[in-house]
């Protein structure tokens, strides 16, 4: 497989001070179902709105280690993974109003406290967090972005992973799947040169898939379309 290794910008222009961040979405417009509608309202403690400092103190239980997702969906494996670990808070960030909507739903019906969620750009909101504040971010299916003018929209490029890097705690993890093959190719020699973070399964190699991830809507969609599916975990060292 040839891989594109030309670097990729990530503002528009050559003034930063009015340089626009490339955006890794689109934002999708579609119909709040009447439950969805309601769970804005009935969980609406979950939902932060405000501008977040310091995403530990969101919770409850804010000695516990935080896992960021990135890009949740409909959120449904998110939610089985707070119920799952209880000892840990679930931050997700997702742009997709009825997705957020869904998440909270679910997380409502499973009534657990661990979980908050954010109708954010999480580039944006990472940005303003402390360095080594997270325990794990997770990347599950983000978009794969298929053209090449379109490669300096993909989440998994050496700037973001720089500020995920920045982020996560020594120890902590990043993980992220996908069904796109030359994404995954692309992700793995992304993630190979982030001199801070380390393959848990030895350099060079996808991890297996985990049976404790909760199959996600873009996963099963995937599968149906007879994609495979590639997993990449990785340790926060010190370099
Ligand atoms: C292909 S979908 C995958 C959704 C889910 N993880 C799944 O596997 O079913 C990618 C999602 O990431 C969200 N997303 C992409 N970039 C984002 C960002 N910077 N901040 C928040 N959400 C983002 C999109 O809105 C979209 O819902």
Redesign the pocket.
Known sequence: MTVDNTPVELTHGTDHSKARTI??????TSALSATQRHALQDCAHLLITEPVSDARLMFNQPKQPVIVE?????GH?LVEMAKAAPEHNFLG????IP?IAQCLYEAGQANIHNLRVMN????QVLMNLPDASLAGVQL????PWQKRRHFKRR?VVPERMALIEDKLSVGGFFHTATDWQPYAQWMLDVLENQSRLKNKYGAGQFAPRPDWRPE????RRGQIAGHGVWDLIYERVNS
Do not use: L, N
Request: net charge negative; proline share 3%; glycine share 10%.
């Open positions: 955006q890794t979405f689109m934002r999708r990135i890009g949740f969906g409909m494996s960030i997702e742009v997709h997705g954010a750009d999480a580039v599950f299916f983000p978009d989440f996600t809507k873009f996963e």
